[in-house]
């Protein structure tokens, strides 16, 4: 690389990139992570450019979007209480990214305060885990049916502190 393009395109600038646009460092961290190894697995493309560091910050920004898409969907998914989400009652990017960073602490805090720590911990490993009814009967020690009713059970007590969301369900 050229002077300029080594500066600008350098490791700490790729680390910052990630950690202005993310608010999040770790899931930043991984980011630049995320593309370092993708420019480990296209190394033969990379070389044979005129401007490697140019493909690095495009690979940057396609890791970034990546990460906010698959973080919008699991809130979405946590929030909906159900893994059949309608497309058109989602709302645009726009508007999920100030709703979703404004209130996610409030959500998360409200949810743990809803649930004994084992249906917490239930949850997370179904719905953030995306583990499935089997797997998480064997860790807890019950049935499948045990897993899947309580599951039931926790988004029942879930629809009474978040209502608005019941009606929201795919029928």
């Known amino acids: 690389m050229k002077g300029s393009q080594q500066h600008r395109y350098g490791p700490d600038y790729l680390q910052m990139f990630p950690a202005c646009s993310i608010n999040d460092t770790y899931r930043a961290q991984d980011v630049v992570q995320d593309t ?17 560091g ?6 940057l920004k396609n890791k970034i979007r990546d990460s906010e898409r698959a973080r919008r969907r699991y809130m979405r998914r946590f929030l909906s209480l159900n893994t059949d989400i309608a497309e058109e009652a989602i709302p645009s990017s726009e508007a999920l990214d100030g709703h979703l960073e404004q209130d996610e602490t409030l959500v998360l805090q ?15 490993r179904l719905v953030f885990d995306k583990a ?13 049916y ?3 009713k309580r599951l ?3 988004r029942q007590k879930l629809y009474k502190v978040f ?3 019941k009606y929201h369900k795919k029928k």
């Open 110 to 124: 409200l949810v743990e305060e809803a649930l004994t720590p084992e249906e917490n911990k239930l949850l997370k």
């Open 163 to 165: 209502p608005e969301r």
């Open 132 to 144: 499935g009814h089997l797997q998480v009967a064997k860790e807890f020690g019950i049935t499948v």
């Open 152 to 154: 039931e059970r926790v």
């Open 54 to 59: 140019g493909w690095l910050m495009e690979t």
């Open 36 to 52: 370092f190894h993708e420019a480990i697995r296209h190394y033969d493309i990379i070389a044979a450019r005129e401007n490697p």
């Open 146 to 148: 045990a897993s899947e």
